[in-house]
C-alpha cells in the first residue's frame, strides 16, 4: 500500500476527538480522525436518554475528579461552557436546561453529532470509519501508523492525538486501547475503575430492594465526605438514580454509604406530631405519611420499629430519626463497565501539557477526552470536558503549523 501523509491523526470519533479535528484542521491542516465504530458519536447519540446533555452552565474545575485537581482549570477556563453554547446557537439547535444547570438537545443527540461532522466537514478533515489502528511506531518526522479494516493503509504523521475514550460502556466499542498507547509512550496510568455507576448489593439487602423496585426518592447520599443531593432509585439489583451515580465516583469497595432521606425535613418534630394527632398507629404507618409507604414499611421492618408510634419515647423518635436521616448501608460492587457512564482514573496528567494535552516525554503525541485522569460529575461535564479538550489540543496543534 502506498504511504498517506497527514499533518495530524486522531484516534476516536467521539466527542473530544471531533472537537480537536475541527480546530487541528483550521488553519488549513491535513487532518485524519479514524475511528473502528460504524458511524461517529455514537456515545454522544445514547446519552442524555438520546437528548444529549452537552455541557452545564455551571461548569467549573471543582466539579471533576483528577489526581491533580487543577489540571483541568486551563482547557475548562479557555473553551467554557458559554462557547459551547454559542457554537450550538450557531447551528440553530434548540436547547433546554433541566435541573442544576444541566443542558440537553430539545429534539435529539443526532443534532450534536451533525454539527459537529458540519464543522468537520468545513474544516475539510478526514474521517474513516470502520478503521482499526493495527500498529504505531514514532519516527524521525513524528509517527508510522497502520490501519486496518475499511480505511487500511499505511500513515505518515507529526501529530497523533489518542481520543479513544475509557472502558465504560463496551457494548459500543470501549476498550483499553488508549491506555496501552500510553504504556507504548512510557506514560504513567493511575488506577481505572467504573464511574457514575448503579451500586450492587447483597442479597440479604436485595430481597427489600426488589420490593421496592422502581420507587424514587429526594436524598442526600454521602460517601468520603463528599455529599449529593438528588433523587435515589431502588431497582432489582441494588441502588441508581442521579444521587447514586455521583456518589459511584467517590465510592470504594468496603465502604458504605450514608443515605439521608429528605435530608431538609425536620424528621424528629415531624414524627413528635405524629404521635400526638394520632398514637394508635403503628410507627410503619406514621413514617409512611413522611416517606413512601414502601420505603417506610422496609425501615420499619429492617429495625424492628413496632407497636404504637403512642408508646415511643423521644428517645425512640429521636433514633428513628437519625436512622431516616443517616441510614448506612454498605454496597457489595457496583454494575461495572458495562453500564457505567463514564470510567474513572487514566492516564496520569503529570505526563500532559495543561494548555495543550501534549506529553512532555513525546513531542507530538498528545491524550484527550476521557482516556485522561479527568471525570466529571454527572450532569454534562464530562462532554465539556472533551470538547475544552479537544479545543485546547486542536488549537495548540493548528498555532503549530500556522
Avoid at 76 to 91: I, P, S
Amino acid at each position: 500500500m502506498p504511504i498517506e501523509t497527514f499533518d495530524t491523526v486522531i484516534l476516536g470519533a467521539g466527542a473530544a476527538g471531533m472537537m480537536c479535528a475541527i480546530h487541528a484542521a483550521s488553519r488549513g491542516g491535513r487532518v485524519l480522525i479514524l475511528d473502528h465504530a460504524k458511524a461517529p458519536g455514537e456515545k454522544i447519540r445514547i446519552s442524555g436518554g438520546g437528548r444529549c446533555n452537552f455541557t452545564n452552565r455551571g461548569t467549573s474545575a471543582l466539579n471533576f475528579l483528577s489526581g491533580n485537581p487543577h489540571f483541568a482549570k486551563s482547557a475548562l477556563g479557555r473553551y467554557t461552557q458559554h462557547d459551547f453554547v454559542a457554537l450550538v446557537e450557531k447551528h440553530g439547535i434548540a436547547y433546554h436546561e433541566k435541573t442544576l444547570g444541566q443542558l440537553f438537545c430539545d429534539h435529539s443527540a443526532k443534532d450534536i453529532i451533525a454539527m459537529l461532522l458540519d464543522e468537520m466537514a468545513r474544516a475539510a478533515c478526514d474521517l474513516r470509519l470502520r478503521t482499526t489502528l493495527e500498529s504505531l511506531a514514532r519516527n524521525e518526522d513524528g509517527f508510522a501508523l497502520t490501519l486496518g479494516g475499511d480505511g487500511a493503509a499505511n500513515i505518515r504523521c507529526r501529530q497523533f492525538v489518542v481520543a479513544s475514550g475509557g472502558k465504560s460502556i463496551p457494548k459500543m466499542g470501549a476498550s483499553s486501547l488508549g491506555y496501552q498507547i500510553a504504556g507504548q509512550f512510557g506514560l504513567a496510568l493511575t488506577e481505572t475503575r467504573p464511574a457514575l455507576v448503579p451500586l450492587t448489593f447483597g442479597e440479604d439487602m436485595l430481597a427489600g430492594f426488589r420490593a421496592m423496585a422502581g420507587l424514587a426518592a429526594e436524598v442526600r447520599v454521602s460517601c468520603d465526605r463528599t455529599a449529593f443531593d438528588e433523587a435515589l432509585l431502588f431497582t432489582h439489583r441494588g441502588l441508581s438514580g442521579p444521587a447514586i451515580l455521583q456518589i459511584s465516583s467517590y465510592w470504594r469497595e468496603k465502604a458504605p454509604i450514608s443515605i439521608a432521606f429528605l435530608p431538609a425535613h425536620d424528621m424528629f418534630a415531624a414524627l413528635r406530631a405524629s404521635k400526638q394527632e394520632n398514637g394508635r398507629r403503628s410507627i410503619a404507618t406514621a413514617l409512611g405519611d413522611i416517606l413512601p409507604k414502601r420505603l417506610a414499611a422496609y425501615l420499619a421492618q429492617a429495625h424492628g420499629w413496632d407497636g404504637p408510634i403512642g408508646a415511643a419515647s423521644d428517645r425512640k423518635l429521636a433514633a428513628i430519626a437519625a436512622i431516616v436521616h443517616g441510614w448506612e448501608v454498605l454496597p457489595s460492587g457496583s454494575e461495572g463497565y458495562r453500564t457505567a457512564e463514564v470510567t474513572l482514573g487514566g492516564v496520569d496528567t503529570a505526563g500532559l501539557n495543561s494548555r495543550t494535552m501534549e506529553t512532555k516525554a513525546v513531542g507530538g503525541l498528545y491524550f484527550i477526552g476521557e482516556v485522561v485522569d479527568v471525570t466529571g460529575w454527572l450532569g454534562g461535564y464530562n462532554f465539556q470536558w472533551a470538547w475544552s479538550s479537544g479545543w485546547a489540543a486542536g488549537t495548540a496543534i493548528a498555532e503549530r503549523a500556522g
